[in-house]
Structure formats: C-alpha cells, structure tokens
C-alpha cells in the first residue's frame, strides 16, 4: 500500500505544479496577443484540462468498460460544478460577465438535453450520437472563436511584470504544454491509485466513473481555476469550468460513444429504474442551473452558490457509495 500512496502524493504534487505553469502560459499567451482570458479559458484551457478525461473515458470505452466511460463525463460535469466551481465561488465571490456567459451556457444546456434524450429513450447510445458530438465540439469551439474574436470583451489592462518582459512566446508555449502533460500525468497517477483502493473495496464501475474517476480527472480543472484565481484570472476561471463542462458531453462522452457504443450501466435500480436516470442526470442538471441561472441574470456569483454547491456534492458522493 505504500507504492499507491508515494504515487497519489506524486500526482497530487504534478498537478498543483502543472496547474501554475498552465495558467501563466495561456494569460501569458493572451496578454501577449491582446485575447480576451476568457476565450482562453474557454478553448485552450479548457481543452487541456479535459484531456484527463478524454484519455480515461475513451480507454475505458475501448475495453468494453462502459460504466466508466458514462461515469466519468457525468461524474465530471458534476464535480467541475458542485465541487470545483463552488470551492472557488466559496472562496472568492466574485462578478461575472453577464454577456460573455449566455451563450456557453445555452450550449451547455441544450447539449445536455439532447444527451439526456438519448438516454432515457434510447437507455444507451449509438455511434452516430457520438459522432453527432463531435461535430458539435467543431463547431463550437470555431463559433466561439469567431464570435470571441468579432466580439471582444473589454478587459483592463494589467502592468507587466520585469519577469513576463523577459519571458519571450517559446517560453510561454513551454509552459502551457509542460504544464497540460504534468497535468495530464499527474491526474493519471491519482485515478490508477484511486480506482485500485475502490475497486478493492467493491464499489461498482459506475460508481468509480462518478466519483473517484470524475474526481480525479477533474483536478485540473480545480487546479487551474484554484490557480487562475489566487493569480486574479477571475475570468480565466469561469470560462475554464463552463467551455470544460460542454467539453466533457461533446468531446469526452463523444469520442468515447464513437469508439464503442455502449448502454447506460444498470447496476443500480431505484424503484425499478435506473439509478442514473432518476439521480445522476437530474444532479448534473440541478447544480449547473444553481451555478448559471443566477449568474446569468445576475452577473454575480454569490458564496451561498458556492456553499450550497459543496453541500450537494457531498451528498451526492455519500449516496453513490453507501446506497
């Protein structure tokens, strides 16, 4: 049991350092190209933190492991949300631009009707699902990179720092890619060990992909926004947790529906129905609503979001293993 915890205390270690140096690689990229941080945080943050997630579902997905597969993008969403949003709303309240966040949002929602459709007609997926996210994603990411860049948010200008003078676009460049594979490892170190103490324990694939896999690829995301904000990339943040959350339905959920259709795993009935039906997916859309709604109308996060975020993920979590 030793190896498995040096290994966790090594990938705990890999993240919180990969975290730093991905955020000042992307603002250092963004300020050096006058982008908006938030169409960093949107696209390239985002999709490097969700690669954890891509690698894990789409492996799970090619061994026949359905239920990690489904898990994990699920599971993410709603970590991303209830946990790593809400630790940094909890933290640091803050406002938010009300204009910048609409359409991400919508998306967030109407791809994640459209996900919940198919499962609770279809109970599964086919590969045209999956194939129909990924074209999505394309399309996305290009929209909101056109859209971003016709449409530029005002940001104030911060003073450089002798240090971000000297540091020339190479080193910037290093940075977010050093940054994304520590990241990167650093998560895989804590899934492997952290499933191998689950497993041994007996709790199910499904419940694993929910909560100590979803977990454990979400600690980029927790990280990065963790970091972002102790650095004042407020927006880097926000635009990280939304662009990851729509990631992890169209890119995540995608490419491993494509490599491998697959059925919603049925180990746990409540009242005769599936377990995920009646929970996992009614969570996922309850917590981004919690988050979304009130900012989008308000353009505030508030702490009581944060605080009742936390308190719904702990829930969450406590039932997936004790039910």
Known sequence: MLIPILLFVLGLALLIKGGDWFVDGAAGIAKRFHLSELLIGATVVSIGTTLPEVMVSSQAAMIGNSG???????????????????????????????????IPVAVFFAVAVLYALFAYLNRGFARWNGILFLCIFVFYLAFTVFHMKRHPEQEPEEAETEQEKERRLWQELAFLVVGAVAIAFG????????????????????????????????????????????????????GNIIGANIFNIVLVSGAAITLNPFLLPAEKTIAGMNASLVVDLPVMFLVMAIMCLPS????????????????IYAGFTTFQFLF
């Open 187 to 238: 998560a895989r170190l804590l899934v492997n060990n952290g499933t191998k103490i689950a497993t041994a324990m007996g709790v199910p694939d499904s419940v694993i992909g929910l909560t100590m896999i979803a977990l454990g690829t979400s600690l980029p995301e927790l990280v990065t926004a963790v970091t972002a904000l102790i650095k004042g990339h407020s927006a880097l943040s926000v």
């Open 68 to 102: 990690i597969s489904y898990g994990n993008a699920i599971g993410s969403v709603i970590c991303n949300t209830s946990l790593i949003a809400a630790t940094t709303i909890a933290i640091r309240p803050s406002t938010v631009s009300r204009k910048s966040l609409r």
């Open 296 to 311: 989008v109308s308000r353009g505030r996060l508030r702490r009581w979001q944060g605080i009742l975020l936390l308190l």
